[in-house]
């Protein structure tokens, strides 16, 4: 995989809120190619990966509810995948509603973005060439 210093790949374990973990599971195996690793809480969780990156699956509950109930979604979760090309073709013959078609960013990624079935925004991503932050208008605060 090309490296990005625009874009790392950092490991995090987000977890979501779906109303229904079942359901949820059998949707992101089939549109997005996530395996499930194991469900816990009888039917309340469950924990999924594609390739490297990991995921919760947890129940709505009071004060925890996912972007279908609020009304609105809160973050994106951007998951890097080789065959960035194949995974959209595949999430949208799945039916998956695409909200940012298939491009490459000015700061070097080949990305689109898509909802799942409770509202929950991806980007599914690949490096597709370095760019250094402040060529496309960033300002490097950091190491």
């Known amino acids: 995989m090309i490296r990005n210093r ?5 490991i995090v374990l987000p ?3 779906y109303r229904n973990v079942a359901d949820a599971v059998a949707w992101l195996t089939k549109t997005f190619g996530f395996v499930e690793h194991y469900r816990y809480g009888g039917s309340s969780g469950a924990q999924m990966h594609l390739g490297d990156a990991w995921i919760m699956l ?3 509950r009071e004060g925890s509810l996912s972007p279908a109930q609020l009304g609105y ?3 994106s979760l951007t998951v890097f995948v080789e065959d960035i090309d194949g995974h959209f073709e595949r999430a949208k013959s799945a039916g998956a509603k695409i909200v940012e078609e298939l ?3 000015e700061y070097g990624e080949r990305q689109y973005g898509v909802e799942d079935l409770d509202g929950h925004h991806w980007l ?3 490096h597709a060439r370095d760019v250094s932050p402040d060529e496309w208008g960033a300002t ?3 190491h």
């Open 58 to 60: 947890r129940s709505a």
């Open 73 to 75: 979604g809160t973050q």
């Open 124 to 126: 599914f991503s690949r």
């Open 6 to 10: 625009s874009v790392p790949t950092n």
């Open 103 to 105: 491009h490459e960013t």
């Open 140 to 142: 490097i605060t950091g």
């Open 15 to 17: 977890h979501i809120v």
